[in-house]
């Protein structure tokens, strides 16, 4: 794999990424939350879902969901109700307390972490996605693991550096607006996951 290809799937990744998806969301609320150290169990494993998203894509995840529809249906409807469910949990929260107030209720770091994983790895747009770009930068002529690894390596780069991003953000915004501030990531986080959702449930497949 050639410099410029890889310069050219990380620019592509970057403008894909950037857009907050649900474990930026996730990063975002959890550091509003809980503080920064916490958000970090849920961007490792945002980050571990990547990993095996690449390792499947390897493996041929594309032809697999290409071939069986069936396996494809149960994919969309439980990553839908997973992020439903998830969504819906923020949204109806009514835990405002600051991150390291007394009384407050902190997650397992297991927790944080599983709750990523499964956030990131419930919505099959994104193995469809996966599946139709990864293929286009690995050359058939040379060993295809080093290269997927490479892949792997800049998607992990761009997704921690912007989930940081947002995870600070979100910290920052809590010091300014306090308890109200968790109340409205509360309720913006689960909003958009609700969204996403739904779009989740509605996506087809291309017939072409």
Avoid: H
Wanted: avoid cysteine.
């Amino acid at each position: 794999m050639s410099l410029t290809a890889l310069m050219a799937f990380a620019l592509i990744m970057s403008a894909g990424i950037v857009t907050p998806g649900p474990t930026v969301l996730l990063s975002l609320n959890n550091a509003a939350r809980f503080g920064i150290k916490r958000a970090l169990w849920g961007i490792s494993g945002a980050v571990v879902a990547d990993v095996l998203l690449v390792a499947l894509v390897w493996l041929g995840l594309g032809v697999v969901l290409a071939a069986s529809e069936t396996l494809f249906v149960t994919l969309k409807w439980l990553g839908a109700a997973w992020l439903a469910f998830t969504g819906l949990r923020m949204l109806l929260s009514s835990d405002t307390s600051l991150p390291g107030a007394g009384g407050a209720v902190v997650p397992a770091p297991q927790a944080l972490f599983l709750k990523s994983f499964f956030v990131a790895m419930s919505n099959p747009k994104y193995y469809i996605f996966m599946t139709a770009l990864l293929p286009q930068f690995v050359n058939m002529t040379q060993p295809a693991l080093p290269q997927y690894a490479s892949l792997a390596t800049v998607i992990v780069s761009i997704d921690v550096t912007v989930m940081l991003s947002y995870a600070a953000l979100g910290k920052k915004s809590v010091r300014i607006w306090k308890a109200n501030g968790i109340r409205w990531m509360n309720r913006i986080s689960g909003t958009f996951l609700l969204i996403l959702a739904g779009s989740v449930a509605l996506y087809r497949k291309s017939s072409t």
